[in-house]
């Protein structure tokens, strides 16, 4: 029943922003954590940035830290990825993914998944 939906990705060049959005429903955010997460060309899944059920915000890559910032609307039941200062290198297909209450670091933890959405910062 809980349904995890990825938008705003796009087209954009180096330096600027976008903001994909993770709609979920049937579950609400008080209860589940939701965290960020990416996966690039050739690369292994890595998780950004997680959103415990209590609002605590853990990032977790370095490579984004201080650029991304992860943040959730309640009302909405709706978690955001602020992204700015985009670079080539964070061109990827970028999911939300659940966990129970708490946060992880690793991807093998969370056990729902959106279908993702392309995030491609190009020239």
């Known amino acids: 029943q809980l349904k995890l939906v990825e938008s705003g990705g796009g087209l954009v060049q180096p330096g600027g922003s976008l903001r994909p959005s993770c709609a979920v429903s049937?579950?609400?955010?008080?209860?589940?954590?939701v965290g960020w997460l990416r996966q690039g060309p050739g690369k292994e899944r890595e998780v950004l940035s997680c959103?415990?059920?209590?609002?605590?915000?853990?990032d977790y890559a370095d490579s984004v830290k201080g650029r991304f910032t992860l943040y959730r609307d309640n009302a909405k039941n709706t978690v955001y990825l602020q992204m700015d200062s985009l670079k080539p290198e964070d061109t990827a297909v970028y999911y939300c993914?659940?966990?129970?209450?708490?946060?992880?670091?690793?991807?093998?933890?969370?056990?729902?998944w959106g279908q993702g959405t392309q995030v491609t910062v190009s020239s």
């Open positions: 993914a659940r966990r129970y209450r708490t946060c992880a670091a690793e991807r093998s933890m969370f056990n729902s």
């Open positions: 049937g579950f609400s955010l008080n209860y589940i954590a």
């Open positions: 959103i415990s059920s209590s609002g605590d915000i853990t």
